[in-house]
């Protein structure tokens, strides 16, 4: 492989390890100058499959890209590099990768300096990088999850030594911070709080592909979520593997529960958090969800499983009875609050009645969805060492009658929700009609309904006119011109520049030296204009009057007034000359 420069490999023994500490690394990143020339003009795209966590690195690889000189495309044809972001939780989505990557020969053959580089969980599986070298020699670039910070190096070491470059760390990871962001959506953003997972539930690949779980700093959270809320968000939504471990790495009492309360009171308009894992899931937290109106009564609370005997197997550390337990204890705390989960069927040696537990489960949560997945070994976890002996036929079997159980605790909550007033994130024209306008009520519902496209990010009031299993029908409550004045009245109050004008305006009423000045004005202007035969004593008055008003005028807040007062006039003047 003398096209290749191997600088490592993974290895499930490394990550595995838990031993060394999680490292803080902050700093900017430096562009290479073979790499800013290579990339003039040229054109990136990033296939990314899998969790919300991948999405994340994928805005984090175009932050760095664009830093690079990159700019995005769409169309698979003009790119010049392509990343491909894989997942590595199920074997179907592996599958899926290979056929992606095969596409995109075409587009070496088509253009010689296009760049293929493939990264993700999949590369962090042993073997799988030396699959991909032998069988698809367009490849330029493979990298694991652990090195997506090194990103624009290892491309600039590509483009110097014209060589593929492979590199896969393996290890238990650290904290990378300050990287740049090219974000995916301008109302809706994800946050990480914390990285990888120490769980190791049996059948889970996570903790060997993403490393020890490990919190960002507090403040680092929160200068993110202050400037997507500067930034116009209108959405964040906290992710982590296990999002309610948050903050045990410090050991200083900080939790899930600060991290919720702090981003909340920042004033997002919706704060959304996943995933949470029963195990860690406190009485704190559920009340600070309950606190808040800003903080979604929704729960992503997989279960994976009904039966105590299987919990065990996967290494879920809590029975049937204590997941119930917490469902009641949310419903009691946070009375109109939605659950999804995730659910496995078919895990080695799940009997039929242990398959029924998961039924009856379903049936008594009653989940507004769920992610039901059919059981996949995955090498090296210890789940794959147990012979996957239930069948094939048995575990589609039992996935469709599951679905079926699902679907009516699903329809359930959507009946109740008909004729009923809902607030709904606008996220654009819906997928399938054009026509209409669609986005999440607070409780994760998909509502379709009939608006103009400039509501796209407003947060609108929509009644519930017509219910299916997965999506709604809708209808606007108000009138789309009257929601979007005034969204822009509301905008416009939050302009630093109109804030600081209106503060300026209201101490200026309320400062004690101004108001005792303004009577000695009045007083003056009396006098003034009671002297007006008397040239002597008028001349006099006339003086006063003057030094009164230029004491005024002096005085620094009316000084900052009149600065302000030129500025906003040319920002209101910029703003009506856009909206005609
Ligand atoms: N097989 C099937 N489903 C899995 N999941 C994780 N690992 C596997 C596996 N080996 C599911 C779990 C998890 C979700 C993200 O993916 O339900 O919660
Ligand atoms: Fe995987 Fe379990 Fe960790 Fe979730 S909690 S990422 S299922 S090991």
Redesign the pocket.
């Known amino acids: 492989m003398g096209r290749c420069v191997i600088k490592s490999l993974p290895e499930m023994k490394l990550a595995r390890s838990r031993v060394e500490k999680a490292k803080l690394i902050r700093g900017e990143k430096t562009v290479a100058p073979s790499l800013s020339s290579f990339a003039k003009g040229k054109k990136y795209l990033i296939k990314t499959f899998g ?1 919300q966590g991948n999405v994340r690195d994928e805005e984090t690889m175009a932050g760095l890209l664009e830093l690079a000189g990159f700019t995005k495309t769409t169309v698979e044809k003009e790119a010049d590099l392509v990343i491909i972001n894989t997942c590595a ?2 074997e179907n989505a592996e599958d899926k990768v290979y056929g992606e990557i095969g596409k995109f020969k075409a587009n070496k053959k088509a253009n010689k300096d296009f760049m293929l580089a493939v990264c993700g969980c999949m590369m962090q599986e042993e073997g799988v990088a030396q699959k991909l070298l032998a069988s698809y020699p367009h490849i330029t670039l493979i990298f694991g999850t652990h090195n997506v910070p090194d990103l624009l190096d290892l491309l600039a070491e590509s483009v110097e030594r014209h060589k593929t470059i492979v590199d896969i760390h393996s290890f238990a990871g650290d904290i990378i911070e300050d990287l740049p962001a090219k974000r995916n959506d301008p109302y809706k953003a994800f946050v990480n709080i914390s990285y990888g997972c120490d769980k190791f ?1 049996t ?4 903790p060997y592909t993403r490393g020890r779980e490990r919190s960002r700093p507090l403040e680092d959270i929160l200068k993110e979520c202050k400037e997507l809320i500067e930034a116009g968000y209108k959405e964040i939504t906290l992710l982590g593997q296990n999002v309610n471990s948050y903050g045990k790495d410090f050991k200083d009492g900080t939790s899930f529960a600060t991290v919720l309360e702090e981003v909340a009171k920042l004033g997002i308009a919706r704060l959304r958090f996943m ?1 949470s894992h029963p195990w860690d899931f406190s009485l704190e937290m559920i009340d600070i969800i309950a606190k808040y109106p800003n903080i979604m009564k929704c729960i992503h609370l ?1 279960v ?1 499983s009904g039966s105590t005997e299987m919990l065990r197997l996967m290494g879920r550390r809590y029975t049937r009875e204590e997941y119930l337990a917490l469902v009641k204890n949310i419903r009691e705390r946070i009375p109109d609050v939605a659950l999804t989960t ?3 069927v078919g895990f080695p040696n799940e009997t039929a009645e242990q398959f029924e537990d998961t039924l009856t489960l379903c049936e008594e949560v009653k989940y507004d969805a769920a ?1 039901t ?6 090498k090296g ?1 210890p ?1 794959a060492a147990i012979a996957d002996n239930v069948s094939d036929e048995d575990k589609h079997e039992r996935f469709n009658r599951l679905l079926k159980v699902i679907e009516s605790g699903v329809m359930s909550h959507s009946k109740t929700m008909v004729g009923k007033t809902y607030k709904v994130l606008v996220d654009g024209p819906s997928k399938k009609d054009e026509t209409m306008l669609s986005g999440y009520t607070e409780n994760s519902k998909l509502i379709n309904f009939r608006g103009p496209s400039y509501l796209k990010g407003e947060i609108v009031d929509v009644k519930i006119i017509e219910d299916h299993a997965f999506s709604m029908i809708g209808e606007l409550v108000e009138d789309p011109l009257i929601i979007k004045a005034k969204a822009f009245k509301e905008n416009l109050l939050k302009d630093p520049l109109i804030k600081e004008f209106l503060s300026v305006s209201k101490a200026i009423d309320e400062d004690e030296s101004l108001i005792a000045l303004r009577k000695d004005i009045e007083a003056a202007q009396r006098d003034l204009a009671s002297k007006v035969v008397d040239d002597e004593a008028h001349k006099i008055a006339k003086e006063k009057y003057a030094s009164l008003m230029k004491e005024y005028e002096e005085h620094p807040l009316i000084h900052n007034y009149a600065a302000l007062h030129d500025d906003v006039e040319s920002l209101l003047k910029e703003i009506t000359e856009g909206l005609k």
Request: net charge positive.
């Open positions: 969790c939780v199920r539930c059948y889970c690949i996570v995933t997989p994976q995730d659910i496995i992610f997945f059919i059981y996949s070994p995955r976890t789940a």
